[in-house]
């Protein structure tokens, strides 16, 4: 593992021939998750609550897992958006941010709107709207949403960075994001001659691309930098050919340079779409329970 600051690379042309590859191998990773469960049994002293609904927009149900560890008093959560290209994948899949109920911290996994069913910013507004239940409800399943922290890899990552600047660190006191989606810009420009990747985010957008630049400076989260956000963890592997690392590593300068507390850890060895080790799981924990300590109840 290595954590560094960012030297702002040009994505190369290898890089982009290798992305639209790349892309292929994403479409086929989330389908072989899709087609197995990942769901675990439930540990002694932890509650699990399964297909919670939290929300109905336009009549379609949306609904969230609760991975509550048993504590004294109320837990603080993390919500957690799945990746999956803004097309694919379940709250039930790869939910990397699961271990956290051993260190005292409850784990809210989202369903959201996929893009063949609405366009962005329903993805985010689904986030959001988790968000609130949480408050409105979290104590019912022994969740102090007082303390709430977001993360999501790749796309999801991409929610949890927009869900922050959204909502102001007040509301949300610290985010890990993995090999996220910073810029759909830039990221589209990159797979400009290669319609896989392309689609996909202008599936997202309802549109082209140049014709929904607005949207898609809106739908990045390199677009919404300022000091109101929350520290970040950002995670990205050095091989990644989906999501260059480049772009956490922009994401970053940025961060810092607006003044945000930030860090980036840099995995040399591992492309897109890998699991934590249990030192790279110890760093997250350890952000978690630093940000998501008790927080002014007037906030």
Known sequence: MLTRAPDLLQVSAIGKTAAGIGWLCCLSAVLLLASCSTYRPTRPGEKVYRDVVFATPGGNKLRMDLYVPQTAKPAPVVLWMFGGCWRFGSKGYHVIMRDLTSAGIAVASIQYRMSNRAVYPAQL?????????????????????????????????????????????????????LYPVTDLIELGSLYEKHSVGRSLIEKLLGGSIEKKIDLAADASPVYHI??????????????????????????????????????????????????????????????????????????
């Open 125 to 177: 507004e689904d986030c959001r709207a988790a968000t609130q239940w949480l408050r409105d409800n979290g104590a019912r399943y022994g969740i102090d949403a007082k303390r709430m922290g977001a993360s999501g890899e790749s796309s999801g990552g991409q929610l949890a960075a927009l869900l922050a600047a959204t909502e102001g660190k007040s509301r949300i006191q610290g985010v890990c994001t």
């Open 226 to 299: 300022s000091r109101a956000l929350p520290p970040f963890l950002i995670i990205h592997g050095q091989r990644d050919r989906i999501i260059p690392v480049e772009h956490s590593e922009w994401f970053f300068r940025t961060l810092e340079e607006t003044g945000v507390e930030a860090q980036l850890i840099v995995v040399p060895d591992k492309g897109h779409w890998f699991r934590l080790n249990n030192e790279q799981f110890a760093e997250v924990s350890r952000f978690f329970q630093v940000h998501l300590a008790k927080v002014d109840t007037g906030h």
